[in-house]
């Protein structure tokens, strides 16, 4: 999987993304940013939510909700050709990452099927004819 992502990040970086899908792609992200329908949120808990991360980090909330400014700067360096290129070049050369293994626990199943049992039988003890 990784060596598959990379080879396509590779090619990104080397060929590029076609204009027409990068100003698709902010055309679109300009929408959702716009998009009052937030699922099974209400809208004021999903902007909270967005602004959460600024507050966090010593940003200004307000101005992150404002997403005009970026939109425009982004649009702007859209038009060179090769603006996608050099972010995904930086990207692959940058040395910070991180791998995660992961790989199965095969007595898991059984330790939570003994706890179970466990909480069950305590469960059953507690318990009175009635």
Known sequence: ????????????????????????????????QRELGGGHF??????L?????????GGEPVAFLDVDAAIEELRAEIADPDFIKRQVRRLLDSPHRVRLVMGPDPGLAK????????????????????
Request: hydrophobic share 45%; net charge negative.
């Open 1 to 32: 999987m990784e060596r598959l992502v990379f080879d396509v990040l590779e090619g990104v970086a080397r060929d590029g993304v076609p204009q027409e899908t990068i100003e698709a792609v902010l055309t679109q992200l300009e929408i959702a």
């Open 111 to 130: 330790r939570r099927e003994q706890a179970e049992r466990k909480r069950l039988d305590a469960l059953a003890k507690e318990m009175d004819a009635a």
């Open 49 to 57: 939510t967005r602004i959460l991360g600024a507050k966090a980090h």
């Open 42 to 47: 209400p809208h004021g808990l999903q902007l």
